[in-house]
């Protein structure tokens, strides 16, 4: 079993950042990958950041350039650094440790932010 604690959301105003952490109580798979999903209201939850446990990271089109995901791999965590950040940024953030090689995965309870205009 495996936690995932997530913090860092909050309220911000357009062009702000904010830096998201998750942690992961312990690592139990291998390789694995750490990411975020984002779900704003009224819409599916959708994809915005991956880094596997070898260091390869992808990035939604709508993020890419603004967004910056990385991982400790000490703490088992992973953050995602937000720049530029836009009122359509808005969603809860939920953080996602999965297995590369077998369906399992854990969800963490999710973060807000929130973007002003």
């Known amino acids: 079993q495996v936690q995932l604690a997530e913090s860092g959301g909050g309220l911000v105003q357009s062009g702000g950042s904010l830096r998201l952490s998750c942690a992961a109580s312990t690592e139990i798979f291998s390789p694995n990958a750490m990411g975020w999903y984002r779900q704003a209201p009224g819409k599916q939850r959708e994809w915005v950041a991956t880094?596997?446990?070898?260091?390869?990271?992808s990035y939604a089109d709508s993020v890419r350039g603004r967004f910056t995901i990385s991982r400790d791999k000490a703490e088992n965590t992973v953050y995602l650094q937000m720049n530029k950040l836009k009122p359509e940024d808005t969603a809860v953030y939920y953080c996602?440790?999965?297995?590369?090689?077998?369906?399992?995965?854990?969800w963490g309870q999710g973060t807000q932010v929130t973007v002003s205009s």
């Open positions: 880094e596997t446990s070898s260091g390869i990271t």
């Open positions: 996602r440790y999965g297995s590369l090689t077998a369906p399992l995965v854990y």
